[in-house]
C-alpha cells in the first residue's frame, strides 16, 4: 500500500467528534464563524465551506431551516440562496480564478446526499489541471489548500 504523508492533517483528525443532531445545524447555532468556515449568514441562509471538500473552495449554500424538502422552501428562503450562490460565485471567481464550477443539490441518498434531512447547494471550483494522476491510478485526492486559508481568502468578499 502507499502512503500519502500529510502530518497537518491530524489537527483536523483530532477534532472531528460524533456529532448528535445535524451537523449544519449545530454549526449555525454555534458563534465561532471562522472555527465553523461560515462565511456568510443570512436572514434564511448561511454559506460555509465543506470539511470534506472536493476542490479547495468547495463550499456550501444552506437554507438556515432544517428542511429535506426543496419544494417547502418559501420564495424568500430561494431569493437569499440564490443570492449567495451568486456571491459564491464571484468571491471564488475573484480570490480563486477557477476555469469552470460543478454546482448542484444530491437530493436522496441515492442521488448521493452525504447529508439526508439538510439540503444545500454545492459550489466546487474546477480548475483544468485539478485531476491528475492521483485520483486516477491510487484513488486518492489531494486537496493543495486549507479551509482555513480558504475561508480568509473568501471572507473578504462577503
Known amino acids: ?3 500519502l504523508w500529510a ?3 491530524i489537527k483536523y483528525v483530532l477534532s472531528v467528534k460524533d456529532e448528535k443532531g ?3 445545524c449545530n454549526k449555525l ?3 465561532d464563524d471562522e472555527k465553523n468556515h461560515i462565511i456568510a449568514r443570512g436572514k434564511y441562509s448561511f454559506v460555509i465551506l ?3 471538500p472536493y476542490n479547495p473552495g468547495h463550499l456550501m449554500v444552506v437554507p438556515n431551516r432544517h428542511t429535506a424538502d426543496v419544494t ?3 420564495s424568500e ?3 437569499e440562496l440564490y ?6 460565485v464571484f468571491a471564488i471567481d475573484k480570490s480563486m480564478h477557477p476555469d469552470g464550477y460543478n454546482i448542484g443539490m444530491n437530493l436522496g441518498k441515492v442521488a448521493g446526499a452525504g447529508v439526508e434531512d439538510h439540503i444545500h447547494i454545492h459550489v466546487v471550483p474546477r480548475w483544468s489541471a485539478d485531476t491528475n494522476f492521483m485520483p486516477v491510478i491510487s484513488d486518492t485526492k489531494v486537496i493543495a489548500e486549507s479551509n482555513d486559508e480558504v475561508y480568509r481568502r473568501l471572507k473578504k468578499f462577503f
Do not use: A, H, Q
Not at 443570492?83 to 459564491?88: I, N, V
Open 77 to 79: 428562503e430561494v431569493e
Open 50 to 52: 465543506n470539511i470534506y
Open 29 to 31: 447555532r454555534e458563534n
Open 83 to 88: 443570492g449567495f450562490l451568486g456571491k459564491s
Open 72 to 74: 417547502s422552501l418559501s
Open 22 to 24: 445535524c451537523f449544519l
Open 1 to 3: 500500500m502507499d502512503r
Open 7 to 9: 502530518p497537518w492533517r
